[in-house]
């Protein structure tokens, strides 16, 4: 109940009353201030209920795929354009947002960015396996089998050495001064 009330309470103060106004403001500067702080509010989110509400905020309720005839969701369509704004600053200060977004272990934020456009797409296969009718993959005709190593044209151009035949010293034996790769590297 106590829970209830916080997140709600949170919900209008917060996120209605002071980040809406503010995100959906022309300001570059009020732009950023206000997609930092949100950026750095989905970050610090742990509790459930508060998480849920921040990500209905954010995304709205829909679950079904976007149709050109639908109304979006005025923030979440505000928030994904401005990934692509004139401004760099604005464009990766959104980037940041999405990104904590996607991190939150909220179901509703994959859904609503990305899977409730592609369910309805057919790639998903639905119903019992159906046999391949297309057959085995044909060989790609640049590839006829061998090795770069084996082609013979591959060391075309490069020293008589070869390239990739040099003589690699023992194992225990490194050049004066210097270790072993595995030695330098694990320094």
Do not use: W
């Not at 790639?123 to 019992?128: E, N």
């Amino acid at each position: 109940v106590v829970a209830d009330a916080i997140t709600e309470a949170v919900e209008e103060k917060f996120f209605q009353g002071i980040l809406q106004p503010q995100l959906l403001e022309m300001s570059e500067l009020t732009i950023l201030s206000a997609t930092a702080m949100l950026t750095g509010t989905v970050r610090q989110i742990r509790a459930p209920p508060l998480l849920h509400r921040l990500v209905l905020f954010l995304l709205g309720p829909d679950r079904h795929p976007e149709t050109p005839g639908d109304a979006p969701h005025p923030l979440r369509t505000q928030l994904i354009d401005r990934c692509n704004h004139l401004s760099d600053e604005i464009s990766l200060a959104s980037l940041r947002l999405f990104e904590e977004l996607l991190q939150k272990p909220h179901e509703h934020v994959a859904h609503s960015l990305a899977l409730r456009n592609l369910e309805a797409r057919g790639y998903l296969q639905r119903g019992p396996a159906m046999p391949d009718e297309r057959g085995p993959p044909e060989p790609d005709p640049d590839e006829d089998g061998l090795d770069l190593e084996e082609d013979p044209y591959f060391t075309d151009g490069f020293p008589d050495a070869g390239f990739g035949m040099a003589k690699k010293p023992p194992p225990g034996s490194a050049p004066s001064g210097k270790g072993q790769v595995s030695e330098v590297v694990s320094r």
